[in-house]
């Protein structure tokens, strides 16, 4: 009965640190591997006019439903304007306003965007839109058009290519040449298909943006077209009339309107410049988890100061320390002094490294041991003999520290990490071993000792494990689980095959 | 690996890990271990239940008692000093005598001489907790030499053997003998080298040894055949090993016993973790005879009868 307790509490706090794990995986963003670097665009758009003498208004499209990308952060630089957000018709508006100003303005508007696949075109299905309002000679030209491409299309999306390809012919046809006369822009000539578009009553509309790529110092606007096909909007990239989205395209806003309009300036001017840089994965997801109002985050160990997460970076790796001393004790069934001394043990190794941390190890403690034997001698009282160990191997410390400066070997210094406590009372109860059960059994339960630290150590040191605990410290409950499960385990330790090997025999 | 963990399986043989988990912990309550863990206690209850221990001659509870050790022992040439808590037969001294020349210097089991000196130091760490299970302080006490039965003269190096028997919930289950060698310097703890035997529980007669883990049929010090040697007064040990539950609660139990030449058998201690060699000793799994009791079991049964119940139900293989 006992034993389903464990299994359903084994159970329940697995599915609490995988289910929070996930979560923060999944939804939060939060990155599996250490180091992991997200690329993030920034996107400024200066807009530089003369000031009038009356009040300024500036009024600038800004970014609404960016597919495949999600904002970081947004901000805007302009001395003395009063700045707000107002949606428009075609998205968001920036809007600065001001009373008076002098001379030559210039308003900065700066958004931090990075990729997201998962953030899709969430617009409204739009209504079909009425029948332009066109003037002849136009309104034919539009119409023997339309009824033209309509015979040599199926739907809404080989209509518009049929159309763009039709509109970009080489010798196009006397319909087509009369409605492109006026042209002379990229976004006129989306504009002018928009309309032919509106005549077949299909909806469509111009999106206008920037393929993000590298860093670029005045990055030009491109045009392209929206078609909805009633379920989807679909991309078309009116010079060729593919349907495509170029890569890494970020919408700035749709529509026809104007980019910018200020009232009260001239000389408008309007540059943009991209910036690309990375940011740490696990930041952007601390930000994503602010805007969305997740308390995950509150309790995320990168909101500590930089000092105490480097404590916790240590502490948190002891748990699976503990793990490995469990599966090294009860499933394989190694000897080692103290229950917790070879974790404390392999944390040291951290600092010096293995190779240098087992020889500082086995010299701290051969050295203390053959001591801790000539102490015997004099018959001293349990608790001052152990005092006295403890101050030889802090005095040892000091020794190999000192000879190993002398010598060169800066690494000999780190032997001031180990644990003195733990060593001192290693080699007191080492050498009661090996009064008491000879030399072959300390050294075997001394070597365990050192076999289950070097093993601690392997695991405790994987920097992957260690981003993983910290980043995800509800994966302790899931070590937790595995622990209590060990705690259950009533099978064979695998030395305890080689020691009953004798009874398998028939 | 897995072949040989199913064969043992199969054998019924018994791991630590299922020890620990299944019997120790539910078999065993924690409050009841003061009763085995320390000497002392054991002893009264073992005297209250009317049966044969080792006299006690005095205890020394503290480091200011240690000098009065000369006035406990008084006249006497051999005794015993051992922990109150001690783990496993670490920091038992056992002294056969006195030097000729000087009263103060003692001869030990293994034929050194020490001195009063050293032997009070041994004391002082008892006392201080060196051999105490965890490490507290401790109590040391100083008891009867057992002298033993001539019926083990031949397979013992020094030392006294003893007979160690696991009783399950009042049943016994396995039994061996442990006997001391030159390894063990006089102990009989198979840990520190002693040879056990085990014995068959019909007839109390022994069989094949262990040593190390590895069947020996000869005592490595003098060469003696170890088995089909008869342990006097079986019944009798037996029924004392059953009585051990009654008297401690507790239903995962290790007694043992010593076979003094004037005396008889004589409880030595009893303890709460047994360990796991007496299997090897008896090639035969603890798991499986476990089962077997617990298919018969009978609350109501008194020592005596669980006693002839394990005599008949697990006679030697073969």
């Known amino acids: 009965m006992k034993q389903r307790y464990v299994y359903v509490l ?6 609490v640190g995988l289910s929070v794990f996930t979560y923060k995986w999944q939804v939060l963003g939060f990155p599996l591997g250490e180091d992991q670097e997200t690329p993030v665009w920034t996107v400024e758009s200066a807009i530089s006019f003369d000031s009038g003498p009356g009040s300024i208004k500036v009024q600038l499209h800004v970014p609404t439903l960016t ?5 970081l952060n ?35 508007y700066r958004i931090s965007v990075y990729e997201d696949d998962s953030v899709d075109q969430s617009d409204t299905t739009p209504p079909f839109p009425p029948p332009p309002v066109i003037d002849e000679p136009f309104k034919t030209a539009v119409d023997v058009l339309v009824s033209d491409v309509r015979d040599h299309s199926a739907d809404t999306a080989s209509f518009t290519t049929e159309l763009l390809r039709r509109v970009n012919d080489r010798s196009p046809d006397p319909n087509v040449e009369l409605l492109m006369a006026g042209v002379d822009s990229n976004a006129d000539f989306v504009s002018v298909v928009t309309t032919i578009l509106a005549a077949a009553r299909i909806p469509a509309r111009m999106v ?13 606007l491109v045009a392209w077209l929206e078609v909805h096909d009633g379920d989807q909007w679909l991309y078309f990239n009116p010079a060729t009339g593919e349907e495509s989205f170029p890569d890494r395209f970020l919408v700035w806003w749709r529509g026809n ?11 408008v001017e309007v540059g943009f410049a991209i910036q690309q840089n990375h940011l740490d994965a696990v930041a952007i997801a601390e930000t994503q988890a602010a805007q969305r109002g997740t308390s995950a985050v509150d309790f995320s160990l990168y909101s500590l100061p930089i000092q105490t997460q480097a404590v916790y970076s240590v502490l948190l790796m002891i748990p699976v320390g503990a793990l490995i001393m469990v599966v090294m004790r009860n499933l394989i069934g190694i000897d080692a002094f103290g229950t917790f001394m070879p974790v404390l043990i392999a944390l040291a190794f951290r600092e010096t490294k293995l190779l240098w941390g087992v020889v500082l190890f086995t010299l701290l403690v051969a050295l203390g041991l053959s001591i801790r034997f000539l102490l015997d001698r004099l018959r001293l009282l349990l608790v001052p003999r152990l005092s006295a160990v403890l101050i030889v191997v802090v005095m040892l410390m000091l020794f190999i520290s000192l000879t190993s400066h002398r010598l060169g070997m800066e690494t000999g210094l780190s032997v001031a990490l180990f644990p003195m406590v733990i060593i001192a009372m290693t080699i007191e109860r080492m050498s009661v071993v090996w009064e008491e059960r000879g030399a072959a059994d300390a050294m075997r339960a001394g070597l365990g000792s050192l076999v289950v630290a070097i093993a601690a150590y392997i695991f405790m040191g994987m920097p992957w494990l260690e981003h993983l605990v910290f980043t995800f410290p509800e994966l302790l409950l899931v070590i937790l689980a595995l622990v209590v499960l060990a705690g259950r385990y009533t099978g064979y330790r695998l030395t305890e095959l080689r020691r009953f090997k004798a009874l398998s025999t028939d | 690996m897995f072949a040989i963990a199913r064969k043992l399986r199969g054998a019924g043989i018994l791991g630590l890990n299922e020890r620990n ?34 006299d006690l001659y005095g205890i020394i509870a503290n480091q200011g008692e240690v000098r009065t050790f000369a006035k406990i022992v008084g006249e006497r040439d051999s005794f015993v000093i051992k922990p109150a808590r001690g783990s496993g037969g670490d920091g038992i001294l056992v002294v056969t005598g006195r030097s000729q020349r000087r009263r103060d210097s003692y001869r030990l089991s293994s034929g050194v001489v020490v001195s009063e000196g050293e032997i009070l130091h041994h004391i002082s760490n008892t006392v201080g907790g060196q051999y105490s299970l965890s490490g507290t302080r401790d109590k040391a006490l100083i008891e009867y030499c057992v002298h033993f039965d001539p019926t083990f003269a031949e397979v013992s190096y020094q030392g006294v053997p003893d007979i160690r028997v696991v009783v399950y919930r009042g049943y016994p289950a396995m039994a061996m003998v442990r006997l001391p060698t030159r390894a063990s310097d006089g102990k009989a703890n198979l840990h520190q080298g002693a040879v056990g035997a085990g014995v068959d529980l019909q007839t ?9 883990n590895k069947v020996v049929d000869e005592h490595p010090d003098t060469g003696a055949l170890v088995a089909g040697l008869r342990i006097p007064r079986w019944d009798f040990i037996l029924e004392s090993a059953a009585r051990g539950y009654d008297v401690t609660g507790l239903g995962y139990l290790g007694v043992d016993m010593v076979i003094d030449r004037d005396r008889g058998p004589l409880i030595l201690e009893m303890n709460a973790r047994p360990g796991l060699n007496i299997q090897i000793a008896n090639s035969a799994g603890l798991a499986s005879r476990i089962a077997r009791i617990e298919e018969d079991y009978n609350t109501s049964a008194t020592p005596a009868e669980r006693a002839a119940w394990a005599k008949q139900a697990f006679p030697a293989p073969g």
């Not at chain 1, 084994?10 to 599915?15: M, Y």
């Not at chain 1, 309107?257 to 000389?267: A, F």
């Open chain 2, 21 to 54: 988990a299944d019997y120790i912990m539910r078999l065993n309550p924690r409050r009841l271990f003061p009763l085995v863990d320390d000497k002392v206690q054991t002893k009264k209850l073992a005297l209250e239940a009317g049966m044969a221990v080792p």
């Open chain 1, 257 to 267: 309107e104007p980019l910018v309009n200020v009232e009260g300036g001239s000389n």
């Open chain 1, 10 to 15: 084994a159970a329940l706090l697995t599915i």
């Open chain 1, 74 to 108: 947004e901000n805007s630089v302009s001395r003395g304007y009063g700045f707000s957000l107002n949606y428009g018709s075609g998205g968001r508006e920036a809007q600065w306003a001001i009373r008076r100003a002098d001379g030559e303005q210039t308003i900065y």
């Open chain 1, 208 to 220: 206008r943006g920037f393929p993000l790529s590298g860093r670029q110092r005045s990055a030009a």
């Open chain 2, 204 to 212: 109390g007669e022994t069989l094949n040894g262990v040593l190390e």
């Open chain 1, 67 to 71: 597919p495949g990308f999600r904002m």
